[in-house]
């Protein structure tokens, strides 16, 4: 007969080796919560000489404007179904969110979704154009585990990166003459985010008109003529989850894609 004493040790540590039992259907509720007012950013960088991101219209001091609402929690079923040691995958709709368990005992459930694309195309008189785009997104949920609750955060960070690049100047007439036609003068779409000044003499002081790239001068400080766009957002939700009773078979399958949308 083992002693007490060692009887008790093998207690402790089953009980501390036990698993993390998350597997089940769950009833999700998350918070609507205002997001900060940088929680998404727009930057513009590029290389035209005589070219500038427009400033924001200023607003009016006499005006003064306030906004507030206030919605209602979003609520979903999820099921978490274990996929291997430390280990499990959430599912909420279609979509499925690989997760581990973190060594502070949390579980986080993320995935990463990710897109590049590029648009090239070259003319023989040496002129040459490219567009490139990289587009991610990444859901992340951070839950503690207090055995039928779920409490913990989620986050989503969305981020864009548009590369143009373009020839300064081409001379080719038959070039000119296509991209005419197509309804600008060149490729690069500097004239929606760039503009410059206005030199008719008619104009009010201060006009500004889009900025194009010109075929037959020389609009950049290098050549090719370059122009960068980047945006993101990062917000994040408080939510809470409910182990329920369903089944993870039938029962689940009764209840995937209800709940309710926040607000109205």
């Known amino acids: 007969m083992k002693p007490a004493t060692t009887l008790v040790l093998l207690a ?34 590029h290389n035209f000489t005589f070219g500038w991101v427009p400033a924001e219209a ?11 609402e206030a919605l209602s ?48 195309n070259a003319h023989a008189s040496g002129y040459e154009f490219s567009d490139t785009a990289d587009q991610t997104r990444e859901v992340t949920f951070e839950l503690q585990n207090d055995g039928d609750v779920l409490q913990g955060t989620q986050y989503s960070t969305e981020a864009t990166t548009q590369n143009w690049s373009e020839s300064d100047s081409w001379n080719d007439k038959a070039l000119q003459n296509y991209l005419a036609a197509n309804g600008n003068r060149g490729q690069i779409p500097s004239f929606n985010y760039l503009v410059t000044d206005d030199d008719d003499p008619k104009s009010p002081p201060g006009t500004t008109l889009p900025l ?53």
């Not at 009980?15 to 513009?44: K, L, N, R």
């Not at 009016?60 to 507030?68: A, R």
């Not at 430390?86 to 993320?110: C, K, M, Q, R």
């Open 212 to 264: 194009y790239n010109e075929a037959e001068s020389f609009d950049c400080d290098d050549d090719p003529c370059m122009l960068n766009r980047m945006t993101g957002c990062d917000e994040s939700w408080p939510i809470d989850a409910v182990r329920t009773t369903l089944s993870t078979g039938e029962d689940y399958e009764g209840v995937v894609g209800a709940g309710q949308q926040s607000g109205y």
């Open 73 to 120: 929690d979003q609520i979903f079923y999820g099921l978490i179904t274990s996929t291997g040691l430390d280990a499990a995958s959430l599912i909420i709709g279609t979509e499925a969110y690989p997760g581990v368990h973190e060594s502070d005992g949390s579980w986080t459930f993320v995935w990463t979704s990710m897109t590049t694309s590029s648009d090239e």
């Open 58 to 68: 200023e607003e009016d001091p006499d005006w003064i404007e306030s906004e507030d």
């Open 12 to 45: 402790a540590l089953s009980t501390a080796c036990a698993p993390d039992i998350i597997d089940g259907v769950w009833q999700f509720s998350m918070q609507a919560t205002d997001q900060a007012a940088d929680a998404c950013t727009e930057s513009v960088s």
